[in-house]
């Protein structure tokens, strides 16, 4: 069960780091490695929690991850492109009734991963 919600609330994260890839037209590989290392660190944090590495390589977490990270209708890969492209999320939150589950996610993560898990970079920067 923990591989299953972890999987299913990091995937939306990595695809809304998909989509600002695709926004900022950075390609299919530089979209492809993200995803991949994504799932690696959706992995580390599932292990970390007490998952099951089966579970998070399978099609709960994987499979799931790909779907959302790579298909049209991805409410989290659209609101992403559009980040890439240049809207904040102000803007982006104003001009849609859709959820984009992994906005909240992601800053929900991020204080998880300050307060409880420690070894994690959060003080990256990307340009």
């Known amino acids: 069960v923990i ?14 780091a998909a989509g600002m890839c695709e926004g900022l037209g950075l390609g299919t590989n530089a979209m492809s490695g993200l995803v991949t290392r ?10 970390h929690l007490g998952a099951q590495a089966s579970t998070l390589s399978g099609l709960s977490g994987v499979g799931d ?33 859709e959820v984009a589950e992994g906005v909240a996610t992601s800053l929900a993560l991020r204080r998880f991963l300050r307060e ?10 990307y340009p």
């Not at 990270?69 to 999320?89: A, D, I, V, Y």
């Not at 409880?116 to 920067?125: E, F, I, M, T």
């Open 3 to 16: 591989g299953v919600e972890v999987g299913g609330a990091v995937k939306n994260v990595i695809a809304l």
């Open 38 to 47: 994504g799932c690696g660190e959706m992995r580390r944090l599932g292990l």
């Open 65 to 97: 991850t790909f779907g959302t990270c790579f298909g049209p209708l991805s409410r989290n890969r659209q609101f992403g492109f559009r980040l890439g492209q240049g809207e904040t999320m102000e803007e982006i939150l104003k001009s849609t009734n």
């Open 116 to 125: 409880k898990v420690g070894g994690y970079r959060l003080d990256l920067k």
